[in-house]
């Protein structure tokens, strides 16, 4: 079992940074890929960027990719989610979740968390 709770969100401006934090408990969080995943009101929830359970493999959705980056830290149980040039349309509320390989799709991960309110103004 493994419960997530991410952190960080807030409402900023166009072009501003962000980072996002998902504090894991649960003895087997090291052995998880994470991925992150976010949804804007009104539509359904999409892939944002994964990494492996080692942290040596990520990978991105291609609007995110460049600005976005995923890192996680096995020593804290925290996975992180740097937000740069944030722009209107990544509005959104993020999720961070665990699952055991490392795909886009959220139907493969098992665990997620609340969710935290990223809003950027133009």
């Known amino acids: 079992q493994v419960q997530l709770v991410e952190s960080g969100g807030g409402l900023v401006q166009a072009g501003d940074s962000l980072r996002l934090s998902c504090a894991a408990s649960?003895?087997?969080?090291?052995?998880?890929?994470m991925g992150w995943f976010r949804q804007a009101p009104g539509k359904e929830r999409e892939f944002v960027g994964a990494?492996?359970?080692?942290?040596?493999?990520?990978f991105y959705a291609d609007s995110v990719k460049g600005r976005f980056t995923i890192s996680r830290d096995r020593a804290k149980n925290a996975v992180y989610l740097q937000m740069n040039s944030l722009k209107p349309e990544d509005t959104a509320v993020y999720y961070c979740?665990?699952?055991?390989?490392?795909?886009?799709?959220?139907?493969?991960?098992?665990?997620w968390g609340q969710g935290t309110q990223v809003t950027v103004s133009s």
């Open positions: 990494i492996s359970w080692s942290g040596g493999s990520t």
């Open positions: 979740a665990a699952g055991m390989i490392i795909t886009a799709m959220s139907a493969t991960y098992d665990y």
């Open positions: 649960g003895r087997t969080f090291s052995s998880y890929v």
